[in-house]
């Protein structure tokens, strides 16, 4: 009966300690011209529990028109593989997308309230970018300071901004150039993003469990009309 007793203790404890851990999510995107470099980390424990996801290589396949990376993870156990994206899997992505995003109205509320637990503790956004005319250049420099200024008001928003953003961008006149360097670390509690996903699932499982009612009704009322 005591050791029953420890056992259960013990997971309480480690459930306990789950919940209120915080876990530290660090974006890094790097575009140098036709290299990029996309990187993900997730950290937890102080660096007990860690986990990194990496995209090195993005090139564009001209033979069958298709997106090559390599993809490369590195946690409980490590892997490194070369994948490809055609675009009838590009374009089955964005009809998926496309189908959530059109029943996340009802998930807004959930997402609003989980976003405003986020913290974002560090964001770098660096860029340098140039064309061959100098007009063209102005202009898109324009563009894309209004394209930062309104992904740091969106941020500031719906989450928690603890720093001032570093934002840069250099224009090029002399000759076209691409460059960015993005950077951005969030912190997040495990409990709230647990019970988030609970309330995500939750609702995911009710909208496809009316969807596949939906479609069996419609199906039942052709058939009763071609009858």
Not at 29 to 48: M, P, T, V
Request: hydrophobic share 45%.
């Amino acid at each position: 009966m005591t050791t029953i007793v420890i056992i259960f203790l013990i997971i309480l404890f480690i459930f306990i300690l789950l919940i209120f851990t915080n876990i530290s999510i660090t974006i890094d995107f790097a575009h140098l011209q036709d290299d990029d470099r996309f990187q993900l980390k997730i950290r937890a424990l102080r660096g007990l529990v860690r986990y990194n996801y990496e995209v090195p290589v993005i090139k564009i396949d001209k033979e069958d028109f298709a997106i090559v990376y390599e993809e490369r993870s590195k946690g409980v156990r490590n892997s490194q593989q070369v994948k490809k994206w055609t675009w009838p899997d590009i374009r089955q992505r964005i009809a998926e997308t496309k189908k959530f995003l059109e029943n996340i109205v009802h998930l807004s509320m959930i997402i609003k309230k989980f976003l405003k637990t986020v913290k974002v503790q560090h964001f770098e956004w660096h860029s340098k970018i140039g064309l061959k005319e100098a007009d063209k250049t102005a202009q898109l420099i324009g563009i894309c300071w209004a394209a930062k200024g309104l992904t740091i008001a969106m941020i500031s928003r719906y989450m928690k901004l603890m720093i001032r953003p570093d934002v840069s961008l250099i224009p090029s006149f002399q000759h076209p150039v691409t460059q960015t360097r993005f950077l951005c670390m969030f912190e997040v509690r495990a409990g709230n993003a647990i019970l988030a996903g609970f309330k995500i699932l939750k609702y995911w499982k009710g909208f496809r469990l009316a969807t596949v009612s939906d479609t069996k009704r419609d199906e039942k009322i052709g058939r009763n009309q071609h009858v």
